[in-house]
Structures are given as structure tokens and as C-alpha cells.
């Protein structure tokens, strides 16, 4: 990754989080997030140029300008985190992950340590894609493309620049620079690496609802000759369901059950725990029960199973650890109602994620807030 790239993406992060709670805001909510949003992003238009350049962001002659900026950035977005407990949805989720970004991105480059700073300061934009790919594009949200006239945005490697693109709810243009890649990249596997398909179908069919646009690409992808064998098998599975679903996005109604039986047919399907062969199912699926999920009217015990469905998926077609909303979604299950069959089964598998989260070569290090949380979970589902 070439990390002074990357950074752009991290300038709409807070203002691209603004867009995608709207929606689940009353106005006078929303206000108040973009009052909040002002104040970090005129700290991040201070500090983001500076860590584009390694010199400028080491010179001593920045650094009380830059502790400044990541001081008020840090006080930001901890009001952030408590304005967000006043709506639901995982948006209060991806404000803590921001706030606890900023806070150790503050920490580091106060110790002296720039390099660390530098490079968690580029993940931040992970919070606002994982924002915008969860729900059909509302086409009104703004493109903010006047933050980044002095950007020189055809210097970004292609895969950046989709990123850059879906943080700024290009959507179409996203979709196009991943096309171009399917025909063009030179080494196919390195698509797989990097991420890149169920980046694609997670916007074209969670954003887009567009599946046969979804199958002329892939279509496109599998009748390359260099593309690998394990590649082949999971395209030519992905097309199927791409024509056998075609219709799920754009029914209404049954969500829920819809999504579960979705759920179940892959995994029955799947050969091996990660077999990816699913992952168009699973992203129509959580497609589904997001959706299902903007209902404020529904009960607990079924809110409580559609992020328990949640966490099941996320498992299989979350992009990476550095963001995981696995951990979340299976909480959520849990506090929503915590007596219920679906609690129970999210604690326990909550309770194996974090343990794979935070185990290693050197043993178990759970950290003592983790701990806490869950033994918290722990007495809530206790019969």
C-alpha cells in the first residue's frame, strides 16, 4: 500500500460518516453531527497533508501544529461517540472505532512514534466505506469532490481510487475503476489479495441492487486464461447466485426470513468453513437484514436474530480485521435481547471471536475493558 496515497481517503472519513447517519437522525440530530463533523474535519484538513509528506510529518517544526490538530481531533470525536448514543444502527459502532483511531493515532506521535501515527492515520477511511457499502445508495448524498481539488487523484493506484471513490459515494465511478481492473490488472490473483471482488459485489448489490451489471463483469473476470483455478471456482459459483437472486433486492417484505434461509442454503452448500464460494449469498443476505433492520418497529427477539445473521455473515465477507463489524453485530444480538436462543449463540461465538482477535505466538492478551465487556455480556445471558 502506498500509504501517502491512502491518506486522502481518510479527509471525508468524518463528514462521509455525517451523510450515512443522516438518514436515521431527526434534523435537529443531524445538526448537531455536522457541528461535530466541522470541528474534526477542519483538524483533518490541517493534519492529512502533512502526513502525505514522511518529511513534513517528522519535522520538529510541525509538531506542536500537528498535536494541536490531532488534540482537537481526539476531543471530537469522543463528543462524537456520546452525540451517537442517541440513535441506533452500528454508526455508534464506527464513531468508537474512530475515536479510538484518534486517540492512539494522538498517542503515538506525542511518544515521538510518527511512522505509527502516520500509518493509522491512512486507516481511518475504513470507517466511512464500511459506512457507505451497508445499504442501497439513498442518490442524494453529496460528492464532496471540492475537498480534494488540490489532490492529484490520478496518481492513486486503482485500487485506491475505488476505495477513495465509494468513501465519497461515487458508487458508479467505483464500479467502473474495479471493472477496468477485472480486465486489465496484470496478475488476477493479486485481485483476490487485495480484496477487490467483495469490495465490488458488496457495492453493486448492497449499493447498486444491480446484479446482472454484477454478472456481466464477473462474466467478463472468469473467461480470462491467467485467472488461477480457486479463482475460477468461486466466480463461476458467484454468477449463479448472482442470477439465482437477482430478484432478493428488489422484493419487499419477510426480510428476515428471507435472509435466513439465504444464510442456511449457502452454508449447506459451502464445502469448508471458509469457502467463499457463498459470498454472494451471505452479502445479499446481510443486504436483507440491514434493511430489515431500519424498521424501528420490529421486537427485540427478532432484531436480536438479525444481527446475530449479521455477525454470521460479516464473518465470512468482512474485508479485513482492521474494521470488523463481526464483534458488533453479535453485542448488538445480545443487549437487544438478551434471554433469547439467538443472544445466547452470539455471546458464544462473540466470546471465540475475541479470543482469536487477541491470541498469538506470545498467548492470549485480552485487554481489561474487552474482558470487562464480556463478562457484562456474560451475566446478561445467563439463564
Excluded at 464500479?175 to 477487490?196: G, Q, R, S, V, Y
Aim: glycine residues 4%.
Amino acid at each position: 500500500m502506498k500509504l501517502h496515497h491512502s491518506a486522502i481517503a481518510a479527509v471525508i472519513s468524518m463528514n462521509a460518516f455525517s451523510a450515512s447517519a443522516a438518514d436515521t437522525q431527526t434534523p435537529k440530530e443531524q445538526a448537531e453531527t455536522r457541528s461535530i463533523m466541522a470541528q474534526i474535519f477542519s483538524s483533518l484538513t490541517t493534519v492529512l497533508p502533512l502526513s502525505m509528506d514522511t518529511k513534513e510529518f517528522n519535522d520538529p517544526k510541525n509538531r506542536d501544529k500537528i498535536l494541536t490538530e490531532l488534540r482537537k481531533m481526539r476531543d471530537g470525536t469522543s463528543s462524537l461517540v456520546d452525540h451517537t448514543k442517541r440513535f441506533e444502527g452500528s454508526y455508534g459502532f464506527i464513531a468508537k472505532s474512530m475515536s479510538r483511531d484518534i486517540k492512539d493515532i494522538y498517542n503515538w506521535y506525542d511518544k515521538g512514534a510518527t511512522s505509527e501515527s502516520r500509518y493509522l492515520l491512512q486507516q481511518v477511511s475504513e470507517n466511512c466505506v464500511s459506512c457507505h457499502m451497508k445499504l442501497p445508495d439513498p442518490g442524494h448524498a453529496p460528492k464532496m469532490d471540492h475537498f480534494f481539488k488540490d489532490v492529484a487523484v490520478a496518481k492513486l493506484s486503482p485500487p485506491e481510487k475505488a476505495r477513495l471513490q465509494v468513501a465519497l459515494r461515487q458508487f458508479d465511478d467505483a464500479l467502473a475503476t474495479w471493472e477496468d481492473m477485472f480486465k486489465t490488472w496484470p496478475k488476477p490473483n493479486e485481485l483476490f489479495a487485495m480484496d477487490t471482488l467483495p469490495e465490488y459485489l458488496k457495492v453493486v448489490i448492497r449499493v447498486k441492487g444491480d446484479t446482472k451489471r454484477g454478472f456481466t463483469a464477473l462474466d467478463g473476470l472468469s473467461k480470462r486464461v491467467d485467472l488461477p483455478k480457486f479463482m475460477t471456482r468461486e466466480v463461476t459459483a458467484w454468477k449463479t447466485s448472482l442470477q439465482r437472486l437477482s430478484g432478493e433486492m428488489t422484493k419487499t417484505g419477510n426480510e428476515l426470513a428471507r435472509a435466513e434461509k439465504i444464510i442456511t442454503n449457502a452454508r449447506h452448500a459451502m464445502e469448508y468453513p471458509m469457502d467463499r464460494t457463498g459470498m454472494v449469498d451471505y452479502i445479499v443476505a446481510s443486504g436483507l437484514l440491514n434493511r430489515f433492520l431500519q424498521d424501528k418497529a420490529i421486537k427485540a427477539d427478532k432484531t436480536s436474530e438479525a444481527y446475530y445473521l449479521l455477525g454470521i455473515t460479516e464473518s465470512l465477507i468482512g474485508r479485513s480485521t482492521w474494521l470488523t463489524q463481526t464483534d458488533y453485530y453479535l453485542e448488538a444480538s445480545v443487549r437487544a435481547a438478551p434471554k433469547t436462543k439467538s443472544a445466547l449463540k452470539s455471546f458464544e461465538a462473540l466470546e471465540q471471536q475475541i479470543l482469536m482477535e487477541y491470541s498469538g505466538s506470545g498467548g492470549t492478551n485480552i485487554p481489561d475493558d474487552v474482558l470487562s465487556n464480556l463478562e457484562e455480556l456474560r451475566g446478561l445471558v445467563k439463564r
